[in-house]
């Protein structure tokens, strides 16, 4: 037992802003970690409420700062440096590491109280009764958000809204710069390709449906029709690439035929990169279930890959025609 | 049309619930609700499967299949071979922005 602890305040510097910037460009991502154990918050006593969260910096932070002129005890949790709630998915937020925590920190012999305050989404990977039973600590769950813990404090239980996930703009917008990030190897890789096969038209192609899967698709998540992210996604795609099929169609020579053929890419190959994508998009939305998404994957991933595959063909038989002087 | 959230793996059976209203406390979509006797399974097609209730029940009145919604992770399963079930959420590597 270390029945030790460190002093920690609401205040968030400069230092930690930045911190925040780099991992939501995804930076150092897995580096924005806390020391997993009991921090003194102001200058708490042995009744002063204790609260759990994830060892992730900016869960810490958000905790902290959304309990300004609050003295209490925060118990950090070792998760990896990962969120409260994926954390609770993958169980390291969970019954186990909380136990080991209450015991490795001296935590019943530190406090007078018996009741710990996790957030909501910590109940994913914790049995509060399980907990009650090894340790004599009641778990209680405080609100979704740290920013209405102080409510919940003043008013001793979370309102409804307080308990419901949300993913609202804000949200959505939050997760756009790591995943421009994240896709700007493959698009680059894509373009790289495509500039060979189709020039400066294709490049722009890719491009834009990369684009608009990574920024347009959040944005306009909740008023894309019908409920499926490929197909919200496909349809999307669809949409930006008009301008290209436009441009396509008038200002391409040749025989009918490879004049249509050349807008089946646009059409079908094009949109499923959006659509994949959007796919993708389900692991960072709130809502979905793995029995829905699962279903997706078995609908949609063999239509996609037929129509990605057509545009190939296509693409590849266009280039190979006109270099043999179609 | 084009829904593939019309079911879950969500099961409730009220005839064991004691009615300690865990389930609707950390459910983040409110698909329990509270009631006068037992917990109300208000909006089942509204759940994630995140688990949350099932392991916060003390007298197990409630099954779900828990795992996590997110194709990334199901599509890099069954592409090492694995069932797409086994997909786990990869954020602790910093290949994805899920979650």
Known sequence: ME????????????ADRWDTFQARVGINRSLHRVRPGLYALGSPTPDSPVFVTANYKLSFN?????LAGVDGWILVLDTHGINVWCAAGKGTFGTNELVKRIESTGLKDIVKTRVLTLPQLGATGVMAHIVKKRT????????????DLKEYLFNGQATAAMRK?????????????VDIINYFLP?????????????????????TSVLAAVVLFPILLPWLPFHDFSVKGYLLGFVVMLPFMVQSWTN???????????????????????????LNFTGSSTFTSRTGVKKEIFAYIPVMGWFFGISVAITLGLAAWKALGG | MFNSYTETTLQYDAELC????????????????????????ANPLACMECGACMLNCPVRAIYVDAGVGCAAAMIKAALQGKKVEEGTCGCDDSSSACC
């Open chain 1, 3 to 14: 029945n030790e602890f460190t002093k920690t305040t609401s205040q968030i510097t400069a």
């Open chain 1, 62 to 66: 958000a905790l902290r700062a959304s």
């Open chain 1, 136 to 147: 004599g600590f009641k778990v209680e769950y405080g609100p979704v958000r740290a920013e």
């Open chain 1, 165 to 177: 996930v949300r993913f609202n703009i804000k949200d959505r917008l939050t997760l756009i710069p």
């Open chain 1, 187 to 207: 698009t680059l890789l894509a373009a790289l390709i495509l500039y060979f096969l189709g020039g400066c038209f294709a490049v722009t192609a890719v491009v």
């Open chain 1, 252 to 278: 391409s020579t040749g025989p009918l035929w490879s004049r249509i053929l050349r807008l089946l890419p646009l059409a079908l190959g094009y949109p499923v990169v959006t659509a994949f994508i959007a």
């Open chain 2, 18 to 41: 004691i009615n300690c209203d865990l389930c609707s406390i950390v459910c983040p979509h409110a698909v329990f609700t509270r009631g006068e006797k037992a917990a109300i399974l």
